[in-house]
């Protein structure tokens, strides 16, 4: 099973979307895979192959990582705790060489203050930088991003005004015909509309799993579901699998088909995360933690 996409272009793709491609074939060939299966792989499963192998190698160990980093920052609340009867000695010492008086409201909020700015470099001193905690996020749209531009390549179809005007691409090879179940042809769109509906699924069971996870204080970062900030993302967050079924609609099946292996693998992965024996195999924190901010539970401990 060999052959390349026959494409003609008047602006060339990003090089990660030429790589994924290439990748692509390359899985679809066999040259990817030597003696595992040397004749290659119908695209069918050349397409779910690499979808689980790019998340299994790149974002299930960020994902792991992610949830280790969320353990070390709920060590550290015990650390700020003992640090904050030093912090409030300080700022009451330098009240008094100005010979100010505070009201309780205004010293409570300096006291914050001042806990909250020792946080940060307890967290940079432990390696927990916010930034970590959106590493996973930043891997996953490019990868995301470029399998899905590569794989409308690969079915014959530019991405809009991302290929510039003119772009024009050739199905490769077997991308017509190597298809499964009902959606042999992997260029078209789904007649049956079943594709469309199952990356609704999917994509609601990791949004109702990403809310589960939440209230249990078990995502990365700690998330606080209190703020209205998360809130608002939160209820934004059930828009997604509608706009993800709508889209998938005027979808080439392949596209919609990666969406549906990439979705069912991390939703499967999450479900699995909560498993209290892998939880402490993997070195996560418990599955429960308190919802209210450590900043304000330290207060409130102090106070």
Request: with cysteine; aromatic share 8%; charged share 15%.
């Amino acid at each position: 099973m060999t052959g390349d996409a026959s494409i003609e272009v008047l602006n060339d793709p990003p090089l990660m979307v030429e790589l994924t491609q290439i990748l692509l074939d390359s899985v679809h060939s066999g040259s990817a895979l030597g003696t595992l299966a040397p004749d290659g792989l119908p695209w069918w499963a050349a397409i779910a192959g690499t979808s689980v192998l790019l998340r299994a190698l790149l974002l299930t160990p960020l994902s792991i990582y992610q949830q280790r980093l969320l353990k070390r920052q709920a060590g550290l609340e015990q650390i700020l705790a003992a640090w904050v009867p030093t912090i409030r000695s300080s700022l009451e010492l330098k009240l008094q060489l100005q010979k100010k008086e505070l009201a309780q409201k205004q010293f409570d909020k300096q006291l914050r203050k001042r806990i909250k700015a020792k946080h940060s470099k307890l967290l940079m001193a432990q390696g927990c930088h916010p930034f970590f905690s959106l590493l996973l996020s930043l891997c996953q749209m490019p990868i995301w991003m470029s399998m899905s531009w590569a794989l409308r390549h690969l079915s014959g179809q530019p991405v809009g005004w991302l290929d510039g005007p003119g772009a024009t691409f050739v199905p490769a090879d077997g991308m017509s015909t190597e298809g499964l179940l009902w959606f042999t042809d992997l260029t078209a769109v789904d007649p049956t509309m079943c594709l469309p509906v199952i990356i609704f699924a999917t994509s609601m069971g990791n949004v109702l799993l990403m809310h589960w996870r939440a209230r249990r204080q078990t995502l990365a970062g700690n998330v606080s579901t209190k703020s209205l900030l998360a809130r608002g993302l939160m209820a934004a967050s059930f828009v997604a699998p509608f706009a993800m079924a709508l889209i998938s609609l005027q979808q080439p099946s392949a596209m919609v088909y990666y969406w549906i292996t990439s979705s069912t693998f991390g939703l499967a992965q999450n479900l699995v995360f909560q498993i209290k024996g892998v939880r402490k195999a993997l070195g996560f924190p418990p599955p429960k933690l308190s919802n209210t901010d450590i900043i304000d539970r330290v207060f409130s401990k102090d106070k």
